[in-house]
């Protein structure tokens, strides 16, 4: 089981220190997700300043041409000696359509040509032809000028995020790997994403074994009381933010928590942000988070996540770290003892 590290896109010095210092600590990988920053330039930085692999958590495709996102893509898997992955989603309707002002529905469908569309850019790359003919994306020209070329690195993997049974289906069929949502349950792993991504990649010849299945951790990690305090507070408010979201909502269903996203969001509308924390109790809490010692993390995430995940994600490690860079030195033992 490989540990990676989660960060928002940030400075790009600032990023490439994260990765060296993730690298020094045992981190086989850094994830990038798309928020204020793109993902791209942060992963580029990365990939020139250490020796780990570079993942997009995600980077959201719709606003991108398929071949300007395969362009990028295949810089990146160049730079940094095939060791980047291409982790693409939707992102949500209001935010595709309202912020970047291009088209979302269908979501799924389109999600899948773009896939398709990608990988049909990089087969084009190598050999000259540009032949892709979707519901979505009709993609023919490509002049030599305009081909980056062939690169010494394998095609860039692709990872889809999935959240819902279709996704996870279409991601089993079609994708390298899936990023899975940070909001997730051993119940939920089990009975939602790798029952789903079985069914997918069953359609294609494939089992879950062919995948690479990342999943974001809210790790509550110190040796006192205090010292976790912080991080499970933070995630009690991730967890009440992630789950006023309606379609996902079936998460707390599965817990025998029904109406935990309706009164998520009605707390929501009133601006009551500790009121939202709050309905997040610890038993709910504990679903979630996996919370231990430092001598015993390590465990708590192999129990969790053994014969699950592939690639286990520390949510807040880049917030530490961006605190004090010394709080890497701790997970040295944790990434060596998962990695074995």
């Known amino acids: 089981m490989k540990l990676d590290l989660m960060t928002a896109g940030m400075p790009l010095r600032a990023v490439q220190q994260l990765a060296r210092h993730a690298t020094e600590a045992g981190f086989a990988g850094l994830v990038i997700t798309e928020a204020g920053r793109t993902p791209y330039l942060s992963a580029a930085a990365a990939a020139l300043a250490a020796d780990l692999d570079i993942l997009t958590g995600i980077a959201v495709a719709f606003p991108r041409s398929p071949m300007v996102t395969a362009q990028v893509a295949w810089e990146l ?17 209001a935010h595709i359509e309202r912020r970047y002002g291009v088209d979302f529905d269908p979501p799924g469908p389109r ?44 095609d860039p993997p692709i990872d889809l995020a999935a959240v819902n049974p279709w996704m996870l289906r279409v991601a089993g069929a079609h994708a390298d790997g899936v ?32 995948l690479e299945v990342i999943v974001p951790a809210f790790i509550v990690a110190g040796d006192s009381d205090d010292d976790r305090s912080r991080w499970r507070e ?29 009164a998520l969001r009605e707390r929501q509308r009133q601006g009551d942000l ?29 129990d969790r996540y053994d014969g699950i995940a592939t690639r286990v994600v520390n949510y807040f490690g880049a917030i530490a770290w961006a605190d004090e860079p010394v709080s890497m030195r701790p997970w040295r033992d944790i990434t060596r003892a998962l990695a074995t």
């Open 234 to 262: 933070l995630a009690r408010m991730q967890i009440a933010f992630y789950g006023s979201t309606p379609n996902y909502s079936f998460i707390f269903d599965q817990i025998d928590r029904p109406g935990t996203t309706a």
């Open 179 to 210: 990023h899975v949502h940070p909001l997730n349950t051993s119940t939920y792993l089990r009975q939602t994403v790798l029952a789903n991504l079985a069914t997918g990649a069953a359609t294609a010849g494939r089992s879950v074994a062919d």
């Open 274 to 302: 500790a009121g939202m924390a709050a309905l997040i109790d610890d038993d709910m809490l504990a679903e979630f988070v996996i919370e231990g010692s430092w001598s015993g993390i390590a465990d708590a995430i192999a």
């Open 77 to 93: 898997a160049e730079a940094s000696d095939g060791r980047f992955r291409l982790g693409l989603g939707t992102q949500v309707r």
């Open 111 to 154: 999600m899948l040509d773009y896939l398709l569309a990608v990988r049909d850019c990089f087969a084009a790359f190598r050999t000259g032809e540009l032949s892709h003919h979707g519901e979505f994306y009709d993609l023919s020209l490509l002049p030599p000028m305009w081909s980056p070329g062939p690169i010494s690195a394998p």
